[in-house]
């Protein structure tokens, strides 16, 4: 007699990859570059505050006590962690737009499909589409 044979994969063939409009991604591009000004804007303000706390801190330490350079210093860390990260999702945006010119981006890794672009205008480095994020999540 014969085995049965395993059907437990039968139905999961890999998926074909849909294609995207390219309206669509025409939506993609613009909510990417819409992102990327907003993060340069924020990272040029962040810079100048930067700059403002170092001209503090040469100007006015001299009549500070050193609980009050103390506290400049690490808020000037802060702000430098602060533009550092920033520069960090700027450079993912930049890759994003990349990888959607070469038709690479925006797929769930997971199930394939398109992740739809409100999310990806959220998350530019979202790599799975919401239901399999939690999915993972869960796990
Ligand atoms: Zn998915």
């Known amino acids: ?3 049965p044979s395993d059907t437990r994969t039968a139905g999961r063939k890999p998926v074909a990859k849909a294609t995207r409009s390219s309206a669509e991604t ?8 819409a992102r990327r000004d907003e993060l340069r804007a924020e990272y040029d303000q962040t ?3 930067i700059t403002e706390l170092q001209r503090d801190r040469l100007t006015d330490s001299a009549g500070d006590d050193q609980a009050d ?10 702000e430098i962690s602060l533009a550092n990260s920033i520069l960090e999702r700027i450079t993912q945006v930049e890759r994003a737009l990349e990888r959607l010119d070469e ?3 925006g ?5 394939g ?14 790599t799975q589409c919401v239901t399999c994020k939690q999915l993972e999540e869960r796990r």
């Open 26 to 33: 025409e939506k993609i591009r613009a909510a990417l570059a």
């Open 47 to 49: 810079l100048s505050e």
């Open 1 to 3: 007699m014969a085995k």
């Open 103 to 105: 038709g690479g981006y």
């Open 107 to 111: 797929w769930c890794e997971r199930c």
């Open 113 to 126: 499909n398109p992740i739809p672009v409100e999310r990806l205008a959220a998350f530019p480095s979202a």
């Open 69 to 78: 350079t103390g506290t400049k210093t690490l808020e000037r860390e802060q």
